[in-house]
């Protein structure tokens, strides 16, 4: 697939959003990994120019040669013009139900990248149903959550069934997403994206439907299979001998992995199964801390779902600009297991580990943005334009960036 732009654009990456916690993160990475302009032309964007030039200032000597550019998400012309300039777009600039909407119109307008972090399963929605079809023409790749949420799953599955096939020959009956060890916490970013997001639904009964269908994200025509809902109740889970709990982003990478099979012309197969969950301590004893976490999930969720609660909570909660410490996210990291069932020969079910090195949220989000920023717009990439997924859009070509680069590996085990 030729690249509509070849190149001829004045940046390779315009990252916008570059003030709030997570941009920062990733203008560090990108000039830490690919320097200021001699690699890698980039710029950093946002709406406020004297905290863009505090941001440039902070990141030091280096960053001195790093042009600002101006956008407003209320500025349609302004975002029309950062579309213009480059060859991807990578947001920071969240809630994106909020704040996105016109910058993913500019993108697929101009056929310019774009890459983001939101869990926002209702705007993604929306993206899809306004957008995949013209991006398709522009050959714009619109592609939504590239962070924590969800590579580790998108990339993990469509890893699976690649091995699957390459070492049995055949597709993979289900794959199992099992988190085994996290340490992170919150931005306020993401928890004003969550809260956002009870917000709209509270409104429009339609985006209750979408975020409770487990093919929501699925195309038109095409939103049904055999997996029901997240499972909300722990369940004892044989193959590890350990309970399991309900994983709370599992309703956002369920539907995105989904649609990555329905996108790739289901390459995992039209009977494929998925689902995630956490991993708990003490094997078949785990029982008691496994009902514990549930119930306080969903305690959690039924308080979030009453607006006067929702409205306290925030107070509480961090607050947009705010997030995890700097040790924070270096100490913090994940192990996840993905489990692949053979179709019929179960000594044959493959296990892949994915290990990342930062705290899930931040540290290594912000790696996994930049690396599939800098995917999209250097990787001989092969997919059509649209609005797709990770996996459909960068495939392989992140996984292997993504472990090179970014310290997350998926290896077989
Ligand atoms: N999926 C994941 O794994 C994951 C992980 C981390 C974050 N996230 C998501 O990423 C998003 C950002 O999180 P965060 O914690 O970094 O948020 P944040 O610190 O609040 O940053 C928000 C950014 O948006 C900018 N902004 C706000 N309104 C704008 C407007 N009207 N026009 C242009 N820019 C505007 C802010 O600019 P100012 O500085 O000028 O206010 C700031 O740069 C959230 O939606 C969060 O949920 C997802």
Not at 334 to 362: A, F, M, S
């Amino acid at each position: 697939m030729s690249d509509p732009m070849n190149g001829a654009r004045e940046f390779d990456i315009i990252l916008w959003g570059a003030t709030g916690f997570t941009g920062r993160l990733v203008a560090e990475y990108l000039l830490g990994r690919y320097g200021s302009g001699a690699d890698l032309r980039w710029a950093l964007a946002g709406r406020n120019r004297d905290k863009l030039e505090g941001v440039r200032d902070e990141l030091g000597h280096a960053a001195a040669g790093l042009p600002i550019l101006l956008a407003d998400s209320s500025d349609d012309a302004s975002l029309d013009a950062l579309a213009a300039r480059t060859r991807v777009i990578c947001s920071t600039v969240g809630p994106y139900a909020l704040y996105g909407s016109g910058l993913v119109a500019a993108c697929v307008g101009r056929g310019t990248h774009y890459c983001d972090l939101t869990g926002e399963v209702h705007w993604m929605r929306r993206m899809i149903d306004m957008h995949h079809d013209p991006a398709r023409a522009s050959g714009a790749r619109i592609v939504h959550t590239c962070g924590f949420d969800s590579i580790p799953s998108d990339l993990g599955v469509l890893f699976i069934p690649l091995e699957m096939q390459r070492r049995h020959g055949v597709a993979c009956a289900a794959v199992k997403f099992r988190a085994r060890e996290f340490k992170g916490g919150f931005s306020g970013g993401t928890v004003a994206s969550m809260l956002n997001m009870l917000d709209e639904a509270e409104r429009d009964p339609e985006i209750t439907a979408v975020l409770a269908d487990p093919y929501g994200l699925n195309p038109e025509g095409e939103r049904r299979g055999l997996d029901g809902p997240e499972h909300a109740l722990p369940e004892y889970d044989a193959d590890l001998a350990a309970w399991v709990t309900p994983f709370a982003m599992g309703a956002i990478n369920t539907k995105v992995v989904r649609r990555s099979n329905a996108l790739l012309g289901y390459a995992y197969g039209h009977e494929f199964r998925y689902d995630e969950g956490i991993v708990m301590p003490f094997g078949a004893f785990g029982f008691p801390l496994a009902a514990a976490l549930s119930a306080a999930s969903s305690a959690f969720t039924a308080a979030a779902s009453v607006r006067g609660l929702r409205k306290s909570m925030a107070g509480v909660l961090p607050k947009p600009g705010t997030g995890p410490s700097e040790k924070a996210r270096a100490t913090g990291y994940y192990v996840i297991e993905l489990i692949g069932r053979h179709p019929v020969d179960r000594t044959c079910d493959l296990r892949v580990r994915i290990r990342g090195d930062r705290d899930p949220g931040y540290g290594s989000t912000s790696k996994m943005l930049a690396e599939s920023a800098v995917c999209l717009a250097r990787d001989p990439l092969t997919s059509a334009g649209g609005v797709l997924t990770p996996a459909v859009a960068m495939g392989e070509h992140l996984l292997a960036r993504l472990a090179d680069h970014a310290g997350v590996s998926f290896e077989v085990i």
